[in-house]
């Protein structure tokens, strides 16, 4: 491979909005079929890190590459296109239609952009796909009811199918358990481990709840007030005196 197994690539970004520096000059490499999380305090610049690299925002510095390809500047449908999934910090389903209609109208919307219009028109190609992630996410029986009418961990679950069913390369999470319970949080990181080992996707998971991303994650990043403070394994970034002291607080005996 050209690109060395190495997904996606943050090369010194920088984002600036008036004076506040967002990020300054943050850089790592995701490897294929990692989970990588990022993690840190509210206001650390991890959505706008997410920003950057899904295209609704250009670094104000920096570049990012996606299988060895620069992408920073690139609209966020391009990029969409290029293997690049996303769920937003804020659920983002059509309330109105049903659960299984939101996951097929997602495959869809894949096999439209990516010119198998044939496969548009041919439903049964997309109907299996979209069966076995509902049945992956719990949902299977709910598949006729009104997204509205899930509870709101169950359409955290939904919206990561959606994402799931456009097929990406790399998946990008933005606090994807925000609002669920500790059981559903349990259960979705276990899920999204699975799904991504299953098949051989690469996910950039940004979190601020720690006991989420430890259990997940094959490698961590740190983020504090915009600036990378510390990268490594789990067990690494537990026991970071930096990372102790800006962010978690001593590890518990
Ligand atoms: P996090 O996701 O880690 O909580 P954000 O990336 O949302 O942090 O925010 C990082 C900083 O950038 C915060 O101080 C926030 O107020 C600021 N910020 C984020 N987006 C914008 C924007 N569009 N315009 C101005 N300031 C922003
Ligand atoms: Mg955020």
């Known amino acids: 491979m050209a ?39 509210n206001g650390a610049g991890k959505s706008t890190l997410f920003n950057v690299i899904s295209g609704l925002h250009v670094p104000t ?8 390809r620069e992408i920073a500047g690139l609209a966020p449908e391009a990029i969409n296109r290029l293997g690049i999934a996303k769920t937003f910090q804020i659920t983002n389903i059509f309330p109105e239609i049903s659960v299984f209609e939101n996951v097929r ?31 992956a996410f719990g949902l299977a029986a709910k598949r006729d009811e009104l997204a509205e009418s899930l509870s709101h961990g169950e359409q955290r679950y939904l919206e990561i199918c959606l994402a799931l069913a456009t097929e990406p390369t790399l998946l990008l999470l933005d606090e994807p358990t925000a609002g669920m319970t500790p059981g559903e949080t349990k259960e979705a990181t276990a ?40 990268e490594g394994a789990p067990e690494q970034i537990r026991n970071d005196p930096q990372v102790i002291e800006a962010y978690l607080g001593p590890p518990e005996a």
């Open 3 to 41: 690109h060395d197994g190495i997904v996606l690539e943050v090369d010194a970004v920088s984002k600036s909005f008036g004076a506040l520096a967002a990020l300054s000059k943050v850089s790592f490499a995701v490897r294929q079929g990692q989970v990588f999380s990022v993690i840190g305090p």
């Open 61 to 68: 510095v920096g570049r990012v590459r996606f299988r060895g």
């Open 105 to 135: 109208v997602a495959a869809q919307s894949r096999a439209r952009e990516s010119g198998r219009l044939a496969s548009l028109w041919r439903l049964p190609d997309v109907e299996p796909g979209t069966a076995e992630l509902l049945r």
């Open 191 to 230: 899920l999204i481990r699975r799904i991504a080992a299953a098949r051989g996707l690469t996910v950039l998971l940004i979190e601020h709840d720690m006991s989420v991303v430890m259990g997940i994650s094959d490698r961590i990043a740190v983020l504090h007030f915009g600036e990378k403070i510390a």
